[in-house]
């Protein structure tokens, strides 16, 4: 859109037009931003009466606004933002579509809140059910990796081999993208092997060629119990794992899920947005930091108490893992339903106690509150799962929530997040550099 100059005494006009510091305000970006967006061509300017400085037409700004995702105003820290209709965090509660999340996840398994998430509708009775043929290629991978890998590394692999044996994984279209959903998830947990002496509820053991065989109808929690412990599953138990996928399905815009909207954003197919968001996974700050309040609490429990074990942290200027959050001033609502869950298995009582006691002998220090990984710390240490089993049952989890927020950005102008370098290195024009590196005399 190209303006042009206004007839008469031009009020009608200005009363629509922006000042350049407007229009970065109401784009949510810098002043230099404004200016790039009209070097591209996405933006039109007018000269300011008197010559100095531009104008921008409100409805233009508010037209790019709504293509670019932008919010207005700008968020506190000058982060960038973008609309979203999944997960609100208000206060120390937060919401799936406008439902409490917490209570979703007591009420419903993990695949009728995926489902939620994705389409806006409660199916009971919601079940996943792996491809065979994906499945099988799913699990032929993962078995050549070398013994030594985790599982965020059979994930990753096993998404890819997922992804190879769907030659139409390239269809974006709603139905196609859900169809592709509800059936990785389930081949993602398939293709983890079982832990060594876990079978299914009939002690089929290694029946499964080491997968852990159960029945074909089961809960995806159930699927997952015998890939994380050999302990015999139990109701309870159950619950607590299939709660703690109901929780951690979605975050808002965490790193991963950033990751994943980035590359549906480029229009990558929903394997490849998973691959994303399992990339980011990786990180000590993310995914992986149940396992560090793992090893926190069995220390704890060995040396009979949390305090020598919050010192050493504290001497070595290590943070104390399981503690705090940045969207929490209490206790994360996530950690506070596992808890309430832990509370009812008594095997579960040493590990939950050595958690209060974290919190307890870290508030002389500093107050902060336990969050989510601290509960999947206790889960895991009570049901003799290893360290990186919390990490497993976010991966999982979260990939539903990747795929809600890759349909959401389908939706959206593409290649919509293009961020503009700020260059601080030295000005052209330099020599061409010599051999060695350095510019040529």
């Known amino acids: ?243 703690a996928l109901g929780l951690l399905i979605d975050h808002d815009l965490a790193a991963s899920t950033l990751a994943a909207r980035v590359a549906a954003s480029a229009r990558a197919h929903p394997y490849a947005v998973v691959s994303a968001g399992l990339g980011v996974l990786e990180g000590p700050l993310h995914g992986a930091a149940s396992g560090l309040a793992h090893r926190m609490l069995a220390e704890a429990l060995e040396r009979g108490g949390a305090a020598p074990v919050v010192a050493d942290h504290l001497r070595t200027g290590r943070r104390v893992p399981g503690l705090g959050h940045r969207l929490y001033t209490g206790e994360d609502p996530r950690a506070t339903a596992l808890f309430a869950l832990l509370a009812d298995i008594p095997r579960a009582a040493p590990a939950l106690a050595a958690a209060r006691d974290v919190v307890t002998t870290t508030a002389r220090h500093t107050p902060l509150h336990a969050n989510v990984d601290m509960a999947l710390a206790v889960l895991s240490v009570s049901s003799d799962m290893a360290a990186e089993a919390g990490e497993t049952v976010f991966a999982i989890s979260r990939t539903a929530g990747w795929i809600a927020h890759a349909l959401e950005e389908y939706g959206e102008r593409p290649l919509r997040m293009r961020p503009i370098g700020q260059y601080t290195g030295p000005r052209p024009p330099r020599p061409l550099p010599d051999a060695a590196g350095s510019p040529s005399q």
Not at 63 to 79: D, V
């Open 1 to 243: 859109m190209t303006d042009q100059a206004g007839a008469g005494d031009g009020s009608e006009r200005t009363a629509h037009r922006l000042t350049t510091r407007e229009t970065a305000e109401r784009l949510g970006v810098k002043p230099e931003t404004v200016y790039a967006y009209v070097s591209r061509g996405q933006l039109s300017s007018n000269r300011a009466p008197g010559g100095r400085g531009s104008t921008f037409d409100a409805a233009e700004v508010d037209a790019l606004a709504r293509r670019t995702g932008r919010r207005e105003p700008t968020s506190p820290a000058g982060e960038l933002s973008f609309r979203t209709g999944i997960t609100l965090i208000e206060g120390d509660r937060y919401c799936f579509r406008g439902v409490d999340a917490t209570e979703l996840a007591r009420r419903h398994t993990y695949e009728e809140i995926a489902e939620w998430l994705w389409t806006g509708e409660l199916r009971t009775g919601a079940h996943f059910t792996a491809p065979r043929e994906a499945l099988a290629a799913a699990r032929r991978t993962v078995g050549a990796l070398p013994g030594h890998c985790g599982s965020t590394d059979r994930l990753r692999v096993a998404v890819v081999a997922a992804a190879a044996a769907d030659p139409l994984r390239f269809d974006l279209s709603r139905e196609a993208v859900l169809g592709s959903a509800r059936s990785l998830i389930p081949t993602l947990v398939g293709a983890l092997p079982a832990v060594d002496g876990a079978g299914d509820a009939d002690g089929a053991g290694d029946a499964d060629g080491g997968f852990g065989a159960v029945a074909a109808d089961a809960g995806l929690a159930h699927q997952l119990w015998p890939k994380l412990t050999a302990r015999p599953a139990d109701g309870p138990s159950l619950d607590v794992l299939d709660t």
